[in-house]
C-alpha cells in the first residue's frame, strides 16, 4: 500500500520479543507492519497461542474457551439473517468448533486452516480442514466467514479475489477484525494486544476496510460489535504493559471501551458483511 509514514512501534509479547514498525496508509486508513517476517510460522510457535488449541488449563484460557462456545450460536444467529442454509466456508477454521455448530445447525460445512497443529486438534474430533483454497476452487459457497484471520493474510488483494471467485452470487461475506480506532487501542497504544505483531500484518479502521473492499468488489451490508473482546484485548494488553493479569483493571478498560463505542462506533473488535458488487 502506497503513501505509508510511521504510526508506532510494538513488541512480539507471544514468541521473540523482537520490535516490529506499524505504518499508516493514507489511502486506506490501514496499518501495515514491517518488517513482515518471511517465516511467518515460527511467530505461531507457542503453546500460547490460544486459538490454535483448546487448552483449560488457567482461569484465562476457561474463560476464552467459555466466551467462545457462547459466540459459537451468537455468530450463526447473525448468519441465519441472511442464509438459513447452504454451504458455509470458515476460512482460519481454527480448532473446528464453529464448523462443528454450522452442521448441527444445518449447514453443510468446509473449512481452511494453515496451521498444522490446529487443524490436528481439529481432527481429533472429526473435523478434515483443507490447508489452503487450492482444493476448493470448483465450489462455491453461500457463506464464507474470516473470524479475525483477515488481519494474517500476507496478500490481501489475491486474498480478497479468491474469496470473490468462491462465493455464490448472492453470497455473504463475514469479516472480523480487530479496531486499532477503539478506545482499548488508544489507551494501551504500543501495548494493545490487537496488534499482535508480527502476526498480525494489518490493523483496520472500519472505514479503511469498507473502502478497501469496496475496491476490491465488495459492499458493505452490515457492521456488528463483539462485545467480549475489548475485555479479553484489555486482558492481554494488561499483562503486556504491566507484566500482571490486572483482572479488574481490564476489565474496567474493557467495560469503558464499550460505554464509548456506543456512541462513537469504534468497537474493540467488529464484524463486516459484506455482498458481492458487480464488477466495473
Request: hydrophobic share 35%; with cysteine.
Amino acid at each position: 500500500m502506497a503513501d505509508q509514514k510511521f504510526f508506532l512501534s510494538c513488541k512480539d509479547y507471544l514468541v521473540s520479543g523482537e520490535e516490529f514498525d506499524l505504518f499508516w496508509s493514507d489511502k486506506y486508513e490501514i496499518l501495515e507492519t514491517k518488517p513482515a517476517p518471511l517465516d511467518l510460522s515460527f511467530y505461531y510457535s507457542s503453546d500460547n497461542y490460544i486459538s490454535h488449541t483448546d487448552s483449560k488449563e488457567t482461569f484465562r484460557e476457561k474463560l476464552y474457551q467459555r466466551v467462545k462456545n457462547f459466540m459459537l450460536n451468537k455468530k450463526l444467529g447473525w448468519i441465519k439473517k441472511y442464509k438459513m442454509s447452504g454451504k458455509l466456508l470458515d476460512v482460519g477454521a481454527g480448532t473446528g468448533d464453529f464448523l462443528i455448530e454450522a452442521k448441527k445447525q444445518g449447514f453443510t460445512a468446509y473449512g481452511v486452516e494453515p496451521n498444522e497443529t490446529a487443524r490436528g486438534v481439529a481432527f481429533h474430533k472429526d473435523v478434515n480442514l483443507e490447508k489452503s483454497f487450492k482444493d476448493l476452487e470448483d465450489t462455491n459457497f453461500d457463506v464464507i466467514s474470516m473470524w479475525h484471520v483477515l488481519e494474517h493474510i500476507p496478500d490481501q488483494e489475491k486474498e480478497i479475489t479468491s474469496l470473490y471467485n468462491l462465493l455464490t452470487e448472492d453470497g455473504i461475506l463475514i469479516v472480523a477484525v480487530p479496531n486499532f480506532k477503539s478506545y482499548d487501542a488508544t489507551f494501551y497504544k504500543e501495548y494493545w494486544a490487537g496488534y499482535d505483531v508480527p502476526r498480525h500484518l494489518y490493523h483496520f479502521s472500519q472505514n479503511g476496510l469498507t473502502s478497501f473492499f469496496f475496491d476490491n468488489n465488495f459492499e458493505l451490508v452490515e457492521k456488528r460489535p463483539l462485545i467480549f473482546d475489548s475485555y479479553y484485548v484489555s486482558l492481554l494488553s494488561e499483562k503486556h504493559k504491566t507484566g500482571s493479569w490486572n483482572y479488574f483493571r481490564a476489565f474496567y478498560t474493557g467495560l469503558k471501551s464499550n460505554m464509548r463505542a456506543r456512541s462513537s462506533s469504534e468497537y474493540s473488535s467488529l464484524v463486516y458483511f459484506f455482498r458481492k458488487r458487480q464488477k466495473p
